[in-house]
């Protein structure tokens, strides 16, 4: 269908839409779900807790909230934090943008997969200390998300965790092998909300490890979405087995990436890395930019 | 790198809004807004712009009011296009990594050595199934690579076990596992590893199929991992009802279920040609007993891919899904293949109507209103 039929074909329902007024009480809100994370916790529950990014008064987009996780646990023993937030901030007339770093990609992931379709009760948005919300009255199904932009997603795995490379070895670590992974969730099912990639280059370190470009943590088969793993870099770029082409188009030796999801950023200067570094800094940093300019 | 610690500097010594907020904000990335996202068409063009360049090409007020209402016209539109199915009933070519049951992805890395250096030395990682359920078996395969090419796979030992992440590790013993080549000099091994066979019988979760290796005269290590079901929290019977429903051909999957939860069942659907073309996934509460999943072919899917009946459903997998617990699953026996085929129907019995739903109104009251809004904004500057 080309792009002019689909606008005539969905006018209507467009123009119904416009009738309706907006609800006063709207709020839109800024999640931001952290990765893995083997330093000091983060405050699970505690949605003004954003040690893991950097200073909390730095802009990350509008009314922005931390999901703060255990960072080491397996991704379905930790998702419900993911879902609290999601079930405060983004039911009822409240709506939401998402940023996810790396594990969070795959705890977004995770939640919509498996519950996106789920019945949610509409909370208030009020949350106690353990995170979850008070009942605002009524049910729906699944959450208000806009899009959700992903610095350096993990929803891929690393070969780091496949080789056991890191100093610590959490349970997480078992979840973020190549092979595990993948197949926790299907990865196309984001209710067909676009995750926006965001792929840093500037690796070095682990090059002999990580398949392709790598920011050190984790490779292009997986920053960029791509829904089978191999080595994938940026142009021009030799002895890789394909291109990562921008967008949500096949690489260059034409392996699909996971439906819905896009490449927004690839890091043809190889300068993001994938560490916050407790300044916002790395992939986040363009992540961040991002939901400043468009999270409003 | 300095220009973002810049940034960062003035940020907090702002109260309300940062000054290089505006820097930020004319930096970021603009998707067109014109670009479709459906699968077999390219999607939306990447945003990005460098924050070290933003300034030279006179981003303001309004090219920022631009990229805006791209962005909120791109999450309309594209809402618009990919909903016009449900969520249960995908166009199998949406489903990349999944056209068939049991995907696991290959890994190809470096041998592991105990002291972490790195040679040359690479395993490639291959099995057919990640879960198994009961008495089935997994096939798992090593190949081995230098830089010279293929080389010889020894393996000098090989266990599963427990990993050391669970409870239950170092509580069951660890189970020899046979690798075996097609000859001398092989560069790959098989095994079938039967988690009921070894041992793990009454263990629910990840086992570990550890391998010391010596490939080209380096020695080190690899892994596989497979999740473990000792017993079936369900069974589907094989029986499903056919019905054709407001213009759609929905399947109701008969199961035997004996934990009741939320079941997970999905597969595939192939039409009279062979052709696949739709992925059905039913996501919702059983009771305990007699069951039935219920899966959709939705007509306006059946119509746009021209997909002719009888349908066959292949490749169908199911599991018990757990919240906030590891393992997340309880696996269902599923089945490889041709599970069932449906009745012969003219193409007429099937609605082009797109998929209805509260949940697709709720988004698209909101989208719209985004675009409105945007559109305002833009309209707004001088």
């Not at chain 2, 266990?159 to 170092?170: L, N």
């Given at each position: 269908?080309?792009?002019?039929?689909?606008?005539l074909?969905?006018?209507?329902?467009?123009?119904?839409?416009?009738?309706?007024?907006?609800?006063?009480?709207?709020?839109?809100?800024?999640?931001?779900?952290?990765?893995?994370?083997?330093?000091?916790?983060?405050?699970a529950?505690?949605y003004?807790?954003?040690?893991?990014?950097?200073?909390?008064?730095?802009?990350?987009?509008?009314?922005?909230?931390?999901?703060?996780?255990?960072?080491?646990?397996?991704?379905?023993?930790?998702?419900y934090?993911?879902?609290?937030?999601?079930?405060?901030?983004?039911?009822?007339?409240?709506?939401?943008?998402?940023?996810?770093?790396?594990?969070?990609?795959?705890?977004?992931?995770?939640?919509?997969?498996?519950?996106?379709?789920?019945?949610?009760?509409?909370?208030?948005?009020?949350?106690?200390?353990?995170?979850?919300?008070?009942?605002?009255?009524?049910?729906?199904?699944?959450?208000?998300?806009?899009?959700?932009?992903?610095?350096?997603?993990?929803?891929?795995?690393?070969?780091?965790?496949?080789?056991?490379?890191?100093?610590?070895?959490?349970?997480?670590?078992?979840?973020?092998?190549?092979?595990?992974?993948?197949?926790?969730?299907?990865?196309?099912q984001?209710?067909?909300?676009?995750?926006?990639?965001?792929?840093?280059?500037?690796?070095?370190?682990?090059?002999?490890?990580?398949?392709?470009?790598?920011?050190?943590?984790v490779?292009?088969?997986?920053?960029?979405?791509?829904?089978?793993?191999?080595?994938?870099?940026?142009?021009?770029?030799?002895?890789?087995?394909?291109?990562?082409?921008?967008?949500?188009?096949?690489?260059?030796?034409?392996?699909?990436?996971?439906?819905?999801?896009?490449?927004?950023?690839?890091?043809?200067?190889?300068?993001?890395?994938?560490?916050?570094?407790?300044a916002?800094?790395?992939?986040?940093?363009?992540?961040r930019?991002?939901?400043?300019?468009?999270?409003? | 790198?300095?220009?973002?610690?810049?940034?960062?500097?003035?940020?907090?010594?702002?109260?309300?809004?940062?000054?290089?907020?505006?820097?930020?904000?004319?930096?970021?990335?603009?998707?067109?807004?014109?670009?479709?996202?459906?699968?077999?068409?390219d999607?939306?063009?990447?945003?990005?712009?460098?924050?070290?360049?933003?300034?030279?090409?006179?981003?303001?007020?309004?090219?920022?009011?631009?990229?805006?209402?791209?962005?909120a016209?791109?999450?309309?539109?594209?809402?618009?296009?990919?909903?016009?199915?449900?969520?249960?009933?995908?166009?199998?070519?949406?489903?990349?990594?999944?056209?068939k049951?049991?995907?696991?992805?290959?890994?190809?890395?470096?041998?592991?050595?105990?002291?972490?250096?790195?040679?040359?030395?690479?395993?490639?990682?291959?099995?057919?199934?990640?879960?198994?359920?009961?008495?089935?078996?997994?096939?798992?395969?090593?190949?081995?690579?230098?830089?010279?090419?293929?080389?010889?796979?020894?393996?000098l030992?090989?266990?599963?076990?427990?990993p050391?992440?669970?409870?239950?590790?170092?509580?069951?013993?660890?189970?020899?596992?046979?690798?075996?080549?097609e000859?001398?000099?092989?560069?790959?091994?098989?095994?079938?590893?039967?988690?009921?066979?070894?041992?793990?019988?009454?263990?629910?979760?990840?086992?570990?199929?550890?391998?010391?290796?010596?490939?080209?005269?380096?020695?080190?290590?690899?892994?596989?991992?497979?999740?473990?079901?000792?017993?079936?929290?369900?069974?589907?019977?094989?029986?499903?009802?056919?019905?054709?429903?407001?213009?759609?051909?929905?399947l109701?999957?008969?199961?035997?279920?004996?934990?009741?939860?939320?079941?997970?069942?999905?597969?595939?659907?192939?039409?009279?040609?062979?052709?696949?073309?739709?992925?059905?996934?039913?996501?919702?509460?059983?009771?305990?007993?007699?069951?039935?999943?219920?899966?959709?072919?939705?007509?306006?899917?059946?119509?746009?891919?021209?997909?002719?009946?009888?349908?066959?459903?292949?490749?169908?997998?199911?599991?018990?899904?757990?919240?906030?617990?590891?393992?997340?699953?309880?696996?269902?026996?599923?089945?490889?293949?041709?599970?069932?085929?449906?009745?012969?129907?003219?193409?007429?019995?099937?609605?082009?109507?797109?998929?209805?739903?509260?949940?697709?109104?709720?988004?698209?009251?909101?989208?719209?209103?985004?675009?409105?809004?945007?559109?305002?904004?833009?309209?707004?500057?001088?």
């Amino acid at each position: 269908m080309s792009r002019a039929s689909l606008l005539l074909a969905f006018t209507p329902l467009a123009a119904a839409a416009l009738l309706v007024a907006p609800d006063a009480s709207a709020t839109n809100f800024s999640l931001w779900i952290h990765g893995r994370n083997t330093g000091t916790a983060t405050k699970a529950g505690n949605y003004t807790d954003f040690s893991y990014w950097g200073s909390s008064g730095t802009s990350a987009g509008v009314n922005k909230k931390a999901v703060n996780w255990d960072g080491k646990s397996r991704i379905s023993e930790q998702n419900y934090r993911i879902r609290d937030a999601l079930d405060c901030y983004c039911t009822g007339s409240n709506w939401c943008y998402i940023a996810a770093h790396s594990a969070g990609d795959a705890q977004i992931g995770y939640a919509m997969a498996h519950f996106g379709g789920s019945s949610r009760s509409i909370k208030n948005a009020t949350p106690a200390s353990n995170g979850t919300c008070g009942n605002a009255g009524g049910t729906q199904t699944g959450w208000n998300i806009k899009w959700v932009n992903v610095a350096s997603g993990a929803g891929g795995g690393s070969e780091l965790a496949n080789i056991g490379a890191w100093a610590v070895s959490d349970a997480l670590t078992d979840d973020l092998k190549t092979a595990t992974m993948r197949g926790l969730y299907d990865h196309n099912q984001t209710r067909s909300k676009w995750f926006y990639m965001f792929a840093g280059a500037k690796g070095t370190l682990y090059s002999g490890t990580l398949a392709g470009q790598d920011d050190e943590a984790v490779g292009y088969h997986s920053t960029g979405g791509v829904s089978v793993t191999g080595g994938f870099c940026n142009p021009g770029d030799l002895l890789c087995d394909g291109t990562l082409t921008t967008g949500s188009g096949t690489t260059s030796n034409g392996k699909a990436k996971w439906s819905f999801h896009s490449v927004d950023l690839r890091d043809d200067a190889e300068q993001y890395n994938h560490y916050a570094n407790g300044a916002w800094a790395g992939i986040i940093a363009p992540v961040r930019a991002d939901m400043v300019a468009n999270a409003l | 790198m300095g220009l973002l610690l810049f940034w960062q500097r003035d940020r907090l010594s702002s109260p309300r809004r940062a000054p290089s907020e505006d820097e930020l904000l004319a930096a970021a990335p603009a998707r067109a807004a014109g670009d479709t996202p459906a699968r077999s068409q390219d999607g939306p063009k990447p945003r990005w712009v460098d924050p070290k360049t933003a300034g030279e090409d006179g981003a303001g007020a309004r090219e920022l009011a631009e990229k805006r209402l791209e962005r909120a016209r791109h999450t309309l539109e594209g809402y618009l296009q990919a909903t016009r199915y449900p969520p249960g009933a995908r166009p199998l070519s949406e489903k990349p990594d999944l056209q068939k049951a049991h995907s696991v992805a290959k890994s190809t890395q470096p041998l592991a050595r105990s002291d972490k250096k790195l040679t040359d030395a690479r395993v490639t990682l291959e099995q057919d199934r990640l879960y198994l359920v009961g008495d089935e078996a997994a096939r798992l395969e090593v190949s081995c690579t230098t830089s010279e090419g293929p080389a010889r796979c020894e393996v000098l030992h090989a266990d599963a076990r427990v990993p050391e992440t669970m409870p239950q590790a170092g509580k069951l013993p660890a189970a020899p596992v046979v690798f075996t080549d097609e000859g001398a000099g092989s560069s790959s091994v098989t095994t079938l590893f039967a988690p009921a066979k070894e041992g793990f019988g009454g263990y629910h979760g990840p086992i570990a199929v550890n391998l010391d290796l010596r490939i080209d005269g380096e020695q080190g290590g690899a892994r596989f991992d497979v999740v473990y079901t000792p017993a079936p929290p369900a069974r589907l019977t094989g029986d499903v009802r056919e019905v054709l429903e407001d213009g759609s051909l929905c399947l109701y999957l008969r199961l035997a279920v004996d934990k009741p939860g939320r079941y997970v069942v999905v597969g595939r659907v192939d039409d009279a040609d062979g052709d696949g073309f739709a992925y059905l996934e039913h996501n919702d509460p059983l009771s305990a007993g007699a069951q039935e999943a219920k899966m959709c072919i939705f007509g306006k899917l059946v119509l746009d891919e021209q997909a002719k009946s009888p349908f066959v459903l292949r490749d169908v997998e199911a599991y018990l899904l757990k919240e906030d617990t590891y393992p997340d699953r309880e696996l269902v026996p599923g089945r490889d293949g041709p599970f069932y085929t449906t009745k012969a129907y003219a193409q007429s019995v099937f609605s082009d109507a797109e998929w209805q739903s509260e949940e697709r109104d709720r988004h698209v009251k909101e989208f719209t209103k985004d675009v409105k809004e945007a559109e305002g904004a833009l309209e707004a500057l001088p």
